[in-house]
């Protein structure tokens, strides 16, 4: 066990109290919700389906999943924990989320609702939006990307962004996106961790009434990883971009070209070929390339979209994630698509130009289902209820949240005010390593503020000790899934070895999947999370790893060494506190604060960014040299220090 992977370490007397609260107020759900639900009697499926899993998924494969082949096998364990699914079968997302519903009556439907933060409508009906993919399947065919090439998205959030993603899904090729918040490090370390030839991104971006410069950062990017061959650039803000003759080519220069055709012979995939990398943070300063396939992931965040949230077709679902995280991946692109949905997606910031611009949206597009982060939540619960209520929601009919502990607080105001006391609240817990999600009510589960109620069918969730015994009711311990399910990850990219060591070495002798969380189960079963018990912060719902940030620290020729830790605050979840040893002769003054801060920013990002960088002598270490955060933490928090036996002095 390391230093940090400790229940104790994390000792949240906030989370606690909430937890201790709210676990015995219980929302039923309505008589009438219950009987529209898509699956009236989920909590029975429950049970059923962990009897026989395999029996379980494949009939769910075959529900929501067209395969050109159909598998042999559903499940193959023989490689655990490296696990196959729907072994055999020949399939291609791009297939079930476009092409099968441009021949039907969705054909007329619209796929994508889309708003810029300037107002700028745009539509995309499921014809049209299967056209524009064909064409730029031929464009990356084109430029010679083929199967199992990877390509690298940076971009806004534009409709252009699930077009590509589509499209390279479409020729076989491993699509990464990285998120257009991060900046040049960040970016140069994940085109180089996948070799993209390919990188497509956009002129700029647009933030509250002003521009990212999206396309200076990519060639900076590029710079320091000169793998990049082809850019394909977005004309988004219209600002002034360098273009490299030979290098780098206009979205709609490429797209008017007559190789632009709008047919396209979808590439067939195996279920288990790679169908992207997505990089997430993880205990080392490395981000880990989450690797997921072609088939079971389908299946999975089809499956979970349909029964958490009761989708129909009628429905005008508001994911407000970004396309570039996994949550933008399974339920704004990928999912929504597969079952036939309108997807509406808003390019900017929440407050702009005021703070009802989300409530003015959903009421403008009849939006039925809205599903954010406690964050943005909180965030937009601080300018009042005034905001929110002049405007018509009546047409929202259910609510969820995804990325961090929501409090109780954040939940009711949101239940009160957005909801009209009579959405219920669809709490998904869980990862970018999970595909979907694993711990979530639908609306027929009663609810508890703060929980997310039980685990999905067919997965089997636990809270266990150290030594693997399932803990007590209210005893926290280890989150961990005991059986494998269609969704989850296949491996780290490049590195397998990686990938066993921090999801399969922690209960190695049971086979389990460890989470990174703790948690604990109450009384009824309800699963409470409390946070995570690695080296990783969830800021703002966004996860970073302590690591990422230390590196962007020391990078500065100041700073000899770093060490940062996660703080609880009301608003982000947590904040980042930041200790820096700094080189001989220098001064820790407050320009070097800033000038810290704006380093970070521009090395990694500005979700990245310190709230405190104090300067110190020295750090707290064990005799191996390892940093323990967690005596920094309750020196932070005013707590006392616990075990200081392994420290070095
Ligand atoms: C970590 C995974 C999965 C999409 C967004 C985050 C935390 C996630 C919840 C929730 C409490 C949650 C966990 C988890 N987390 N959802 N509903 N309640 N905590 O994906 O960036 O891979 O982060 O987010 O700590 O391990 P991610």
Redesign the pocket.
């Known amino acids: 066990m390391t230093d940090s992977l400790d229940p104790n370490v994390h000792p949240d007397a906030e989370r606690e109290s909430e937890i201790v609260a709210a676990e015995s107020q219980i929302y039923p759900p309505a008589e009438e919700v219950v009987a529209n639900a898509n699956v009236p009697n989920y909590l029975e499926l429950r049970e059923e389906a962990l009897k026989d899993i395999e029996a379980y998924w494949d009939a769910r494969a075959k529900e929501f999943i067209d395969w050109y082949e159909p598998y042999e096998k559903v499940l193959d364990d023989s490689g655990a924990p490296f696990f196959k699914w729907f072994v055999g079968g020949k399939t291609n997302i791009a297939h079930n989320a476009l092409d099968r519903h441009a021949k039907t009556w969705r054909k007329n439907k619209l796929a994508i609702i889309w708003e810029g933060e300037d107002g700028t409508l745009r539509t995309f009906s499921y014809f049209r939006l299967w056209q524009e993919v064909n064409k730029f399947a031929n464009v990356l065919t084109s430029m010679g990307v083929q199967k199992g090439d990877t390509v690298t998205i940076y971009m806004g959030r534009v409709p252009e962004l699930p077009i590509a993603m589509l499209a390279a899904a479409k020729v076989g090729a491993i699509h990464s996106v990285v998120y257009g918040g991060f900046s040049e490090q960040a970016l140069a370390d994940r085109i180089a961790d996948a070799q993209s030839k390919v990188l497509i991104t956009c002129d700029g971006a647009w933030l509250r009434g002003k521009t990212i410069n999206l396309k200076d950062i990519a060639d900076e990017a590029i710079r320091r990883s000169p793998v990049v061959q082809n850019v394909i650039v977005f004309k988004r803000t219209g600002q002034d971009v360098r273009m490299e003759a030979g290098r780098d080519f206009w979205w709609h220069e490429l797209m008017s070209l007559p190789v632009a055709s709008t047919n396209f012979d979808t590439v067939q995939m195996d279920a288990e070929d790679p169908l992207f990398i997505l990089y997430?943070?993880g205990t080392t300063g490395k981000p880990k390339g989450?690797l997921h396939t072609s088939g079971g992931y389908q299946v999975y965040i089809a499956t979970t979209l349909k029964y958490a949230f009761d989708v129909k077709d009628e429905d005008r679902w508001w994911c407000a994630?970004d396309p570039g995280?996994?949550?933008g991946h399974?339920y704004i692109v990928y999912a929504p698509l597969i079952l036939g949905l309108t997807s509406f997606i808003y390019e900017g910031a929440p407050n702009f130009p005021y703070p009802d611009r989300w409530w003015k949206m959903a009421e403008k597009y009849g939006i039925s289902i809205l599903y954010t982060?406690?964050t943005a939540i909180r965030g937009l619960m601080r300018f009042g209820d005034a905001w929110v209520k002049r405007h018509n929601l009546d047409s929202i009919r259910l609510l969820g949240?995804?990325?961090?502990?929501?409090n109780p607080e954040a939940w009711r105001w949101y239940h009160r005010v957005v909801g009209r006391e009579q959405c219920p609240i669809i709490?998904?817990?869980?990862?970018?390593?999970?595909g979907g999600?694993m711990?979530?009510p639908t609306p027929v589960v009663p609810l508890k503020p703060g929980s997310?109620t039980l685990p999905f069918t067919g997965i089997d969730a636990d809270v266990v000790r150290e030594n693997g015994e399932s803990c007590d009711p209210n005893e926290d311990g280890y989150?961990v899934i005991k059986k494998p399910w269609p969704g989850m990850a296949r491996t780290v990219w490049g590195d397998p070895d990686r990938y066993v060591d921090q999801y399969w070495k922690e209960f190695e002798a049971q086979g389990w999947y460890f989470?990174?969380?703790s948690a604990r189960k109450d009384k009824d079963g309800y699963f409470w999370?409390i946070?995570?018990m690695d080296d990783?912060i969830?800021v703002s719902?966004?996860?970073l790893g302590t690591a990422e940030v230390e590196s962007a620290l020391v990078s500065h020729p100041d700073v000899a060494e770093a060490a940062c830790i996660g703080v609880p605050d009301e608003l982000k979840g947590n904040v980042i506190h930041a200790f820096c040893i700094l080189n001989a002769g220098k001064v820790g003054d407050d320009t070097l604060v800033d000038e810290l801060k704006k380093h970070v920013r521009t090395e990694v990002g500005p979700i990245a960014v310190p709230a405190v960088i104090e300067f110190v002598d020295s750090l707290p270490k064990t005799r191996s040299g390892k940093i323990m955060r967690r005596l920094l933490k309750a020196k932070v928090m005013g707590k006392p220090l616990g075990d200081t036996s392994t420290l070095a002095d």
């Open positions: 997430t943070s989450v994630a995280w996994i949550t399974s982060a406690p949240t995804v990325g961090e502990p929501i709490d998904t817990w869980w990862q970018t390593e999970t999600f711990i979530t997310a989150l989470t990174g969380d999370i946070g995570r990783v969830k719902g966004y996860r």
